[in-house]
């Protein structure tokens, strides 16, 4: 049974692991002392032999290979592949019980889907229950030592209730030479569908939410099957027993204690038990020990998963919950809060205190700003290209030549732009020039007025504050119309400009 310390720990206070040492059951004293006791009875076995059986010259001979072993001893890296090994073990081992097969989802759709208070619906809603559950057994008894003891055949299966002797037969003329674990989801399925045609299970969606959970089901089934079939790679397992088992052989003749008197460097103390040495033992030998533990959670080790715990309880209440739970409601009456504004349960007066404490509103709700820096600053222009006005980026996607002339179609279209673009400020209509068209063989006369207006006419008014006024273009004095040459690229009109511009042409054809 898997050893539970939990309310143990569950407030830290001092020295609140040292009750634990005390522990025997799934300790590491238990998993650990015979390793300890035959490592501890060959150190004082080679002590005793080099102090009472030796001669001189063997001595000597002796204390050089002492030296030479504690020398090299430190370049076998036990704490690098020991560390990788149990990491993947520990996570290979929860990610093991993530995966046993629960049927409580599975229940509770079960309940809210297949109707009926009839004999004909109990027996639909327990039988696929029953079907989980038998599918749960037959992969536990495939992986689990524990669970095989207690169904070692299928007939033991069949006495238990999981299965019919009908069922039985149908399992075992099915002609197949792999696992057959999931022969009952088949079954959960087909039953499901005629409880579909029957009309048990009310629409198509219910089907589907029902064959969704079993799937999830059958995937943990699945995966423990794998997890069981993959283990972890033999030569990494093969690579640390190595690497721990030659360090500590390395280890019960390095560390001897040498005889003082020889002068020889770091030992200049004579001990019969090499404290520090056990220690080291105790540490790495206990960590190779909580890999061999876990490695495989399924046997029956103190802390394995309590598979046949789990087959009872799965079993018991997903019965009760398609069966006597199966539309079985308390009378609906309103709340103890029905006519509270703000809910509040009640606390008692051990955790009083916890309600007079603030409740958290966020990591920058007590940030403090000095008031200059929490003032709005306004930035100064529009959005659009840097250095650029609006009304110059339009100007400059219109074509320039004889057609720009105020009455001129590409004038008019220029026109139309500007009044729909009635936020065009006095910078962009200031910045581009004119030149008027003279007879052939003349040159031509160019000034870098505004476009938009007669240069005799007089500088008209700033727009009132309200917004800008639209502006329209005003033929010039030259004949027979003023060129506006736009600045940037030339070339047609982008297919991308908005749609007004097309309706205008139309307009103007």
Known sequence: MTVTYTARVANARFGGFSQLLLLWRGSIYKLLWRELLCFLGFYMALSAAYRFVLTEGQKRYFEKLVIYCDQYASLIPVSFVLGFYVTLVVNRWWSQYLCMPLPDALMCVVAGTVHGRDDRGRLYRRTLMRYAGLSAVLILRSVSTAVFKRFPTIDHVVEAGF???????????????????????????????????????????????LLEELNV???????????????????????????????????????????????????????????????????????????????????????????????????????????????????????????????????????????RQPSFQGSTFDITLAKEDMQFQRLDGLDGPMGEAPGDFLQRLLPAGAGMAAGGPLGRRLSFLLRKNSCVSEASTGASCSCAVVPEGAAPECSCEDPLLDPGLPEPEAPPPAGPEPLTLIPGPVEPFSIVTMPGPRGPAPPWLPSPIGEEEENLA
């Open 163 to 209: 299965m019919t002797r009908e069922e039985r037969k149908k399992f075992e003329n099915l002609n197949s030479s792999y696992n057959k674990y999931w022969v009952p989801c088949v079954w959960f399925s087909n039953l499901a569908a005629q409880a579909r045609r029957e009309g048990r299970i009310r629409d198509n969606s219910a089907l589907k939410l």
């Open 217 to 355: 089901f059958r995937g943990k089934c699945g995966m423990l099957f794998h997890y069981d079939w993959i283990s972890v790679p033999l030569v990494y397992t093969q690579v640390v027993t190595i690497a721990l088992y030659s360090y500590f052989l390395a280890c019960l003749i390095g560390r001897q204690f040498l005889d003082p008197a020889q002068g020889y460097k770091d030992h200049d103390l004579d001990l019969c038990v090499p404290i520090f040495t056990l220690l080291q033992f105790f540490f790495y030998a206990g960590w190779l020990k909580v890999a061999e533990q876990l490695i495989n959670p399924f046997g029956e080790d103190d802390d394995d998963f309590e598979t046949n715990f789990l087959i009872d309880r799965n079993f018991q209440v997903s019965m009760l919950a398609v069966d006597e739970m199966y539309d079985d409601l308390a009378v609906l009456e309103k709340d103890l809060y029905w006519d509270a504004a703000e809910a509040r349960a009640p606390y008692t007066a051990a955790t009083v205190f916890q309600l």
